[in-house]
């Protein structure tokens, strides 16, 4: 099976016609969509500024990183579920869009993200916090997942405007 | 001039032209709209997470706050750029929304209560019962905003 024909499948089924034809149920899920981009945002905004130096420099990045963590992944999973419930919905015209692809590769850069930094900066953040000033892969990993988010954002806006 | 003149004139007028102009104008301050909103609610939703105990329990709410004020701060003027711009692209439309409307109540709400009760409450010697509710309010204002704002293009 193609992956058009797998998108066509898809559209036709029960959960997919439920959220492109209900009145509320898409608005509802875009909503819940957009109160996890800013959770998330939130989350991703604070670790980074910290890493970066740019502010909360009177907390560790240990503290920080290490209590905000659970709150990053509540809101990373409620995006990800209600953006897939969003995509469920309608996958003929993302798989006909430039900018859902794009968004699709800028995600593979995120999970690259996670393999280089996730020892190195994320999970070693005592390391980071004794040493005398922040070292360039953490700057460098903070100021990639800001811009990596950022991306995520506009592409995922833009696919609303493909034709 | 009566308010619905000032939106047809508001329409037509050059911001309004530049958002109509290009395909890419609207969906790219949209964007930034969102971004902004993300930095805005994000920083207050850690403060408000804070007061209620759930994250970040060993700082002092009051810390906090005052360490993401200018995060907070900035998310706020890109949203008070990019909405009005947003907005005049097709102003009439707009003014006459419902959801329109409740967003912008609940947004003058929001911003009130951010900067007087919400901030007096997380910078107290000791929030308690008092930050709870300041924290349950402000989540619920600023979902309320979001939500309405999501709505405009469904009513």
């Known amino acids: 099976m193609s992956l058009l024909s797998f998108c066509q499948w898809l559209q036709e089924t029960d959960v997919s016609v439920a959220i492109r034809e209900g009145a509320l149920l898409y608005p509802i899920i875009g909503g819940i969509h957009l109160l996890a981009i800013a959770l998330f945002g939130g989350m991703v905004l604070a670790s980074d500024v910290r890493l970066l130096g740019w502010g909360l420099r009177r907390e560790s990045v240990t503290d920080l990183i290490g209590q905000l963590r659970i709150w990053k992944w509540v809101g990373g999973v409620l995006v990800v579920v209600t953006g897939l419930l969003l995509a469920w ?52 990993a903070a100021a990639l997942s800001l811009l990596l988010w950022a991306g995520l954002v506009f592409s995922g806006r833009l696919i609303a405007f493909d034709s | 001039m009566t308010v619905l003149r000032f939106m047809e004139w508001l329409g037509a007028s050059p911001a309004a032209n530049a958002m109509n ?128 704002g999501r709505m405009i293009a469904f009513v």
């Open chain 2, 21 to 148: 102009g290009p395909e890419w104008a609207f969906p790219v301050v949209e964007s930034l709209h969102f971004i902004g909103f993300a930095f805005l609610i994000g920083t207050i939703a850690i403060v408000d997470l804070r007061l209620l105990g759930l994250a970040m329990r060993r700082q002092p709410a009051g810390q906090l706050e005052a360490e993401l004020a200018p995060w907070t701060l900035a998310g706020l003027a890109i949203m008070l750029i990019t909405g009005p711009l947003m907005f005049s692209a097709d102003a009439v439309t707009y003014y006459v929304n419902p959801s329109f409307r409740i967003k912008m109540a609940c947004l003058v709400a929001a911003i009130l209560y951010n900067f007087t009760l919400h901030r007096m409450a997380a910078r107290s010697e000791k929030p308690g019962v008092a930050g709870i509710l300041a924290a349950c309010v402000s989540l619920l204002l600023w979902t309320s905003v979001l939500g309405a």
């Open chain 1, 89 to 140: 919905c309608e996958p003929i015209k993302l798989y006909h869009s430039k900018s859902f692809w794009i968004k699709m590769t800028l995600f593979a850069c995120v999970g690259l993200h996670a393999l280089i930094f996730r020892s190195s900066v994320y999970g070693s953040t005592v390391a980071l916090d004794q040493s005398p000033a922040m070292p360039l892969r953490a700057k460098l």
